[in-house]
């Protein structure tokens, strides 16, 4: 095979940039509702862990 010539098992790749199908407006809101309240638990518990320590 030539320098510079493509192989024929990698010709037909090509690089996608970005995904396929464009995501829906808003789709991001369940994930990050789910983010912001294991987080506000998480601080809820270690706020309650520290009260308990000191008292």
Not at 22 to 34: R, S, V, Y
Not at 45 to 54: D, M, Q, S
């Amino acid at each position: 095979m030539p320098p510079g010539e493509t192989p024929p098992g990698e010709s037909s790749t090509g690089s996608e940039l970005g995904p396929r199908v464009k995501p829906e407006p808003g789709w991001a809101m369940g994930p990050l509702i789910a983010i912001a309240t294991v987080t506000v638990l998480c601080a809820g518990f270690f706020v309650a862990y520290a009260v308990y320590l000191l008292t």
